[in-house]
């Protein structure tokens, strides 16, 4: 699993509070106890991008973005579910599949007990949502992984999930999203069972696309490791949030092993907009109407 913060500005916002999940760790020595920094449920937030503070109900209003910048807020998958699909159309699949340990693993926690307080703290069983759904009345399947759990990995349920709900998509001809949202790859907890997922769940996108269903990824803010490097980049079409960071290994880690200079904006959206990797950024505020346009346009 590649670690990635998605937020390395030490800003005590919602962002960095919610999806470093590792804040209440302890730090590299292993003996310190972090002090935890706890989310501010205050009227303000602190935009990480711009450095204003802005009325945290103004972001709300706009799906999570900044009102000074344009900076893209993490949102978690429940909130995108409703932010995407029409409104109480949402339909959970495969919600009964939940994580074990095959293992018995243990870093600085246990997994059993990772897992435990992971489903506590972000009211999910695991790090994806899939499900059927409409948007503008259209139809869909879609599934969203979210970096709050365990940096949005895929473990085995997540990548059963996955694979479940693209078969279905397959099976009653529906149109097929899916939001990543994932810090990282493979879930290491799960050694093996968590590696074999990319290569099921790309089989079963392969099996989808054989039979002429549409596929449209959409990168958001991060997507990373094992999930950049399967489902998250076979889309028919691929859209990307504005300033997401997009890429496999971090670029501090890409920086130390190649030891050059990285290009400005190395892994943003916009630089793999240039370079042909994405399809199109697309504005959380547009995604529903632009997903809803492309379904029509390839007449699905
Ligand atoms: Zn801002």
Redesign the pocket.
């Known amino acids: 699993m590649s670690t990635l913060p998605t937020n390395s500005s030490g800003s005590a916002d919602a962002v960095s509070a919610s999806a470093g999940a590792a804040t209440s760790e302890t730090v590299a020595n292993g003996t310190t106890p972090r002090k935890k920094r706890g989310i501010p449920e205050g009227l303000w937030l602190r ?6 503070a ?1 009325f945290r109900k103004d972001a709300d209003k706009r799906s999570k973005i ?6 893209h807020f993490y949102v978690s998958a429940p909130e995108r579910l409703e932010q995407i699909l029409d409104s109480g159309t949402f339909e959970e699949w495969d919600a009964n599949l939940l994580p074990t340990d095959p293992l018995s693993f243990a870093d600085k926690k246990a997994y059993a007990d990772r897992l435990k307080a992971e489903q506590k703290r972000t009211k999910m069983t695991d790090a994806c949502v899939t499900g059927g759904g409409m948007i503008r009345a259209r139809r869909v399947a879609i599934g969203i992984t979210d970096s709050a759990f365990i940096m949005g990995s895929m473990g085995s349920v997540v990548g059963e999930r996955l694979a479940r709900m693209i078969e279905r998509a397959g099976e009653q001809n529906l149109p097929l999203i899916i939001v990543s949202g994932s810090g990282g790859g493979a879930r290491m907890h799960e050694g093996i069972l968590s590696l074999m997922q990319m290569a099921k769940v790309s089989a079963a996108l392969a099996r989808y696309h054989s039979k002429g269903g549409l596929f449209i990824s959409v990168l958001t803010n991060p997507t990373m490791g094992g999930v950049a490097a399967s489902f998250a980049s076979l889309g028919d079409v691929i859209f990307a949030e504005p300033e997401a960071l997009i890429g496999f290994a971090g670029p501090r880690t890409v920086k130390a092993t190649i030891r050059l200079e990285l290009p400005e904006g190395f892994q943003t959206s916009e630089f793999l907009l240039e370079h042909g990797f994405i399809d199109r950024i697309v504005p959380r505020e547009g995604l529903k109407s632009e997903i809803a346009r492309v379904i029509d346009y390839c007449g699905k």
């Open positions: 935009c990480p991008s711009c450095r204003n802005i900044c009102p000074e910048c344009g900076y």
